[in-house]
């Protein structure tokens, strides 16, 4: 379990594309340049700006990314304790938080347990709450951050996070038609890179190219099995 719990968020200003990381620690770690370094790469540009308050660890992590990244990045910091110079990311995080409690409170009522910061769900909520806003929050143009940035909408068939889903287990095309090619996992998200769900089960998580929501309602959503994550 997460001992201490640190926020890494992003915002890219061309399309409002978002993203939202838990990492057990804060400025420069292994897990916190992995995440940067991805949305970087994953938004495509050949060259950008860096931007960030003047933090030194925030500092130092951004000037380690910078040398692992093939793209030209410029470094910029906002002038201290002037957070309206670092407006459009302010407001991504108010409104990222606010996904967040959404998000949560709504796991906390269908299960009726309280979901804590250290549970293995939580990492992947804060990220499918920055996701949740990319796809479907629409700007003044009528387009999403997610159509600015993949240049389409997002259609790919999601549930409600958390939920109990059987999912299509991967690998499993020619093999022996007599086994089960279903399991039982939580529905945690959607990877933007392949389309593929992003499932929570208790020996850790998954990937699958498809889901199917349970017939029987009183059995989409088992606080236990959330829980017992890993």
Not at 13 to 22: D, E, L, P, Y
Not at 25 to 42: D, F, M, N, P, T
Not at 129 to 138: E, G, L, P, S
Request: hydrophobic share 30%; proline share 3%; with cysteine.
């Amino acid at each position: 379990k997460r001992q201490v719990i640190k926020d890494l968020m992003n915002c890219e200003t061309s399309t409002g594309m978002m993203s939202a990381s838990v990492v057990t620690q804060k400025g420069v770690c292994q897990q916190a340049i992995r995440r940067l370094s991805s949305e970087i790469g994953k938004l495509g540009h050949p060259e950008l700006i860096l931007k960030s308050d003047g933090e030194p660890s925030i500092v130092a992590l951004k000037q380690r990314v910078k040398q692992e990244r093939p793209e030209r990045i410029v470094l910029e910091e906002s002038p201290v304790k002037e957070s309206q110079a670092n407006g459009g990311v302010e407001n991504a995080i108010r409104h990222v938080q606010g996904q967040i409690r959404t998000i949560k409170d709504c796991l906390q009522s269908r299960l009726g347990v309280k979901i804590n910061g250290d549970e293995a769900i939580f990492p992947w909520l804060v990220s499918h709450a920055a996701d949740t806003i990319n796809r479907h929050h629409v700007g003044q143009d009528g387009k999403t951050a997610y159509q600015r940035w993949k240049g389409k909408p997002f259609r790919r068939e999601v549930t409600e996070f958390g939920e109990t889903v059987l999912y299509l287990k991967m690998g499993t095309r020619g093999k022996d038609k007599l086994d089960s090619r279903w399991e039982t996992g939580t529905w945690m998200g959607v990877k933007d890179a392949t389309g593929e769900c992003i499932i929570g089960t208790s020996e850790g998580t998954v990937k699958a190219r498809d889901f199917k929501r349970i017939a029987d309602e009183s059995e989409r959503w088992n606080a236990d099995r959330i829980k017992q994550l890993q």
